[in-house]
Structures are given as structure tokens and as C-alpha cells.
């Protein structure tokens, strides 16, 4: 395989070396069933103890509140649908936002069609949760409200704090999908008011198709999956060990270093940031200055198509992601950009790059370089540009 | 994703660029959907169509096709390039991935809307040539941001 830049850690990280060597003898030594009686089982057991009580201590809670699940999907979808299925007695309105990952979006809307409501509040321009509009919506029948601590796209660190405590003033549960915030920004779950967390292990260097809930002692939900009694019963099933492990020494090494990787990442990123908006015209950075993940840069270049420039970068083996609508598959670019306002053809242009503390500068120089070049030569084909250039 | 003829059509377009007189111009697509292709016809007296470039905004498949489209029709007569359908731009490419095949139909589109500017441009009726459908011009009016 050529040589990569890979620029494209908000989908997903490579799997730290020590996390796959942590994980190894889960398969092949001690391989045995956490619920089984034997010696070798209770290796096993001892290894999802120690993992769950990690990620407990990561998040300033108790072990028995997190819960793991195949990964942030899972997350989202038990988190919502069974919290309102829990709690449809008291209500059946639910408090989301327009920038939310798919796999709240899409759970919100299964839930429209069982009969609940649900309001997805407004952003600003920068692709940050209203406040106010969201207090508007809160309604006696509200029973839960999810919004995400950091979005996917445009790295915007939303005001979970306030939100939490908006939530906990009214009696509503809160949930956050932290997938992309988990072990990158601190925090911990009593501050900030979290009644329920989503995470996935892939974010954070730790293995795919992993993650867990948090739930807050207390909180009713119902169970997932039915079956054994694994996961205090609530998401049965015998447990993935090897990828328990790994999310485990993936979350230790995360919260160990996180001050000086997000320090390597955000010079990076403000580099980054400052080279592409001096050296390419007609170009915007997408979301906020400030409130932003350390690692996530989004532009949109006008006059371009996002899959195009892409496809460029590969070329020259640089991995990144765009929101334009070809490469989802879809005719609408990404709901996040469109929700922040742009319009549909500035969406179609837009890069996002999200950067891990592995990359350095002479990666981000040789990524700059090589945008220029591209952005140009596609702007000298694009119909837009010729059409913009004539107009003066 | 794409094939190896679709990537290297990518990669050097043929053909890119503007003519400064030509016989007609064919806009097609909307920036909305994410594609717009411009193609420029320069056709002789005798119908023969000698020149033709295009400009595209729009993803690999958008480009490649607008190429392979632009490669199709040169030196083919007025007549012979109405039978430059979409399927003959596809198959020219080896295959588009099924999400894509909007893009050759686009491809298609955009050399009929260039010939009908020809052909109003020149008062003459070319067979088989419909008024083309979508003009980004229309489709913007519509937009509202
Ligand atoms: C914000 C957010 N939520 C949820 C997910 C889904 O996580 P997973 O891929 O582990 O299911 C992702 C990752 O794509 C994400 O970025």
C-alpha cells in the first residue's frame, strides 16, 4: 500500500498497537466465558470488571452504570427508543437537534412513526444547539432530551452543561451522544447532569463494533436485548470480551494523554486551519472558531464538488471526507451543513478533515500544498467558476 | 467504486475547457443536486461537429462522463451524435456504479441542450432532438436560501 495521510479520525482511528496487544490473549489464551464457573472464565470476568471500571472512573461514574453495546449506534438506538418507551406514561414529546448523528435522527423518526413527537431545535450559523429555542420547547409531556456533546461534521462543542441542567431543572432526562467528545474533551457525568451517555471505542483508537451506555443509577429504561443475564440483564448476550478489553486500555490511554494530544492536535488543526483560508480564496471554515473539537477542521470550497476533490486526494493517498451528497448517496449533502445554513451548492464543497496527534506538520504542508492545486483544477473545470469569474 | 477507464477519464479529463465561438452551448444539472455540466459545440457547415469542450462541476462520475460524452460526439456528424445516448456513454466507461447513472444521463442532456442551442441558433430541426429539460438558469429561479 502507497504511503497515507490519513485525515479522517472523526470516522474512524487506527487501532493503537497497544490496544490490539492488550487484546490478544482475550482470543486465544484466555478465551473462556465470563459467565462459566472455571478458572479460566473468571480471567475473562476479571478483564470486563476492570474495563467497565476504567471507563466508570473516566466519566466520574459507578461501574454499574455503564453498559456495553456493539458500538455508538447501539448506543443511540437503546438510549432513546427504550428510554421512551420506559417513560411514555409520563409522555411521548422528545427534545432533539437538526445536527444530530444519523443514528439519533433516524431513531427519532422511528419513534415519530409509533406516535411520539419530536422537536429538533435550530443551531445557529455555527452549528451550535439554541438554547433558548430548545427551553421553548420544552412541554409538560417532554420526556427525554438528546443532543450530542460534539458533532461529527463540524466539530461544534455544544453547551451540554447548560442543557443538563436545563434538563434536570425540569425533571426530563438528558441524554448525549458522546461519541466524538468521549476521552477528547473532559468531563464527567455528575457536572454536566448526564443521565445517559453513548461512546464507541473506534473514535478513541480502541476497536470497532464497541461502545457502551452510561445509565445513571435510577433511570428506567428498558432492556435491549433479552436473553442471559449479561450486562446486569439489560443487553444480554455473552460479552465481547477481546473488544471490551481493548475500549478499556483504549479509554486509559486516551484520558492519560489527553491533555498533550489535543495540545499536539489544535496547533495542528489552527494550521491548518490558517494556511487553507490564506492560501485558497473563496473558501470558509464550517462551524465554530472556538467551541470546536481539537481535531476537526471542515472548509467548504466554492465552486467544487466535494467527491471530485476527494477522489484528488486519494490520489495523492490523503484520506478525508466531504458532506457533499455523492458521497452518501443521497441528492442532499450533508443535514448538518444545510442545518447551519449553507446553500446546497456550498455544501456539495465542503472537506472535512479531522487530524490525530500522530499526523504532523510536514503532512498538514503537503496537504495544503496539494489542496491548492486541486481546488484549482477543478475550479478551472467547474461551470460555476467560469460563470462567477465572467460576472466580475 | 469506479472502473480503471471512468478513473482515468477522471483524472485527464479530455477535452476541458471553453470555445470562444461556438456553434452551441448546452447547460444541464442544478447546483442543488451537486452537477452541473456546460458543453460547447463547435459544428461546421456540413454538420460535422469539429470542436467540443466542456466544464463540469460535480463528483468523478460527473467529469468522467462529461469526457467520455465530449469524446464521443467529436467529428460525428449533428445526426450521427443524437445516437450518443447515455448507454453508449456508460458502456464507453465500462460500467457506472448504480448511484451514478444520472450522471451519463446528465452527460446525454447536456450534448442534446448544446445541439438544440445550435439548432435554434441556426433555425434548423434536428431529428429525435427534444427542448432540453432542466436549465440550471430555470431550477435557480426556483431556489430561495
Ligand atoms: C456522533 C456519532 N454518533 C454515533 C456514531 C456511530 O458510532 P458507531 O460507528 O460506533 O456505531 C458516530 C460514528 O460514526 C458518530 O460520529
Redesign the interface.
Given at each position: 500500500m502507497k504511503k497515507i495521510i490519513y485525515l479522517d479520525n472523526a470516522a474512524t482511528t487506527k487501532t493503537a498497537p497497544e490496544v490490539v496487544e492488550a487484546m490478544l490473549p482475550y482470543f486465544t489464551e484466555y478465551y473462556g466465558n465470563p459467565s462459566s464457573v472455571y478458572e479460566l472464565a473468571s480471567m475473562s470476568k476479571k478483564a470486563v470488571t476492570e474495563s467497565r471500571e476504567q471507563i466508570a472512573e473516566a466519566l466520574g461514574a459507578k461501574s454499574n452504570e455503564i453498559y456495553f453495546t456493539a458500538g455508538g449506534s447501539e448506543a443511540d438506538n437503546w438510549a432513546i427508543k427504550e428510554a421512551a418507551e420506559a417513560y411514555k406514561d409520563k409522555g411521548k414529546h422528545i427534545i432533539t437537534s437538526k445536527i444530530e448523528h444519523h443514528a439519533v435522527l433516524h431513531t427519532c423518526e422511528a419513534l415519530e412513526k409509533k406516535g411520539y413527537e419530536v422537536t429538533y431545535v435550530d443551531s445557529d450559523e455555527k452549528g451550535i444547539v439554541d438554547l433558548e429555542k430548545l427551553k421553548k420547547a420544552i412541554r409538560k409531556d417532554t420526556i427525554l432530551i438528546t443532543i450530542m456533546f460534539a458533532n461529527n461534521e463540524i466539530g461544534t462543542i455544544q453547551p451540554i452543561k447548560e442543557i443538563g441542567a436545563l434538563a434536570k431543572e425540569h425533571g426530563i432526562l438528558f441524554h448525549t451522544d458522546a461519541v466524538q467528545a468521549f476521552g477528547h474533551i473532559p468531563f464527567l457525568v455528575d457536572d454536566y447532569h448526564i443521565d445517559m451517555l453513548s461512546a464507541s471505542g473506534h473514535k478513541l483508537k480502541g476497536p470497532k463494533g464497541i461502545g457502551f451506555l452510561y445509565i445513571r443509577k435510577g433511570i428506567k429504561i428498558r432492556s435491549l436485548i433479552h436473553g442471559g443475564g449479561q450486562e446486569r440483564a439489560r443487553r444480554a448476550g455473552t460479552e465481547n470480551v477481546p473488544g471490551i478489553v481493548g475500549l478499556g486500555k483504549a479509554v486509559k490511554m486516551a484520558f492519560t494523554k489527553m491533555k498533550e494530544n489535543t495540545a499536539k492536535e489544535k496547533e495542528l488543526r489552527d494550521y491548518l486551519i490558517d494556511r487553507v483560508l490564506k492560501e485558497i480564496p473563496y473558501t470558509r471554515l464550517n462551524g465554530d472558531g472556538i467551541k470546536r473539537l481539537p481535531n476537526n477542521v471542515n472548509f467548504s470550497f466554492q465552486f467544487i464538488e466535494g467527491e471530485s476533490l476527494l477522489i484528488m486526494l486519494d490520489m495523492e493517498g490523503i484520506c478525508a471526507s466531504s458532506g457533499s451528497a455523492c458521497t452518501s448517496g443521497s441528492l442532499d449533502p450533508s443535514h448538518v451543513l444545510l442545518a447551519i445554513g449553507l446553500p446546497h451548492e456550498i455544501a456539495h464543497g465542503s472537506l472535512r478533515l479531522t487530524l490525530s496527534e500522530e499526523n504532523t506538520k510536514k503532512e498538514i504542508d503537503f496537504t495544503v500544498d496539494t489542496l491548492k492545486g486541486i481546488v484549482e483544477k477543478l475550479r478551472s473545470m467547474s461551470p460555476l467558476y467560469e460563470d462567477f469569474m465572467k460576472r466580475g | 467504486m469506479?472502473s480503471e477507464k471512468v478513473?482515468d477519464h477522471?483524472?485527464n479529463?479530455r477535452n476541458?475547457g471553453?470555445l470562444e465561438a461556438p456553434s452551441g452551448i448546452g447547460?444541464v444539472g442544478n447546483?442543488?443536486?451537486?452537477?452541473?455540466?456546460?458543453i460547447y459545440l463547435d459544428i461546421d457547415e456540413n454538420q460535422r461537429i469539429r470542436d467540443c469542450k466542456f466544464?463540469?462541476?460535480?463528483?468523478?462520475?460527473?467529469?468522467a462522463t462529461s469526457s467520455m460524452a465530449t469524446e464521443l460526439v467529436k467529428g460525428k456528424t449533428v445526426k450521427e451524435a443524437m445516437e450518443v445516448t447515455n448507454k453508449a456513454v456508460m458502456e464507453a466507461l465500462d460500467g457506472l456504479p448504480p448511484?451514478k447513472v444520472h450522471c451519463s444521463l446528465l452527460a446525454e442532456e447536456a450534448i442534446h441542450a448544446a445541439l438544440w442551442d445550435y439548432a435554434e441558433k441556426n433555425g434548423i430541426t434536428i431529428d429525435g432532438l427534444e427542448k432540453p429539460k432542466s436549465d440550471i438558469h430555470e431550477e435557480e429561479e426556483e431556489?430561495e436560501?
Open positions: - | 469506479y478513473m477522471f483524472s479529463p476541458v471553453e447547460t447546483a442543488k443536486c451537486g452537477d452541473i455540466m456546460r466544464k463540469t462541476f460535480g463528483c468523478g462520475a460527473a467529469v448511484v431556489e436560501y
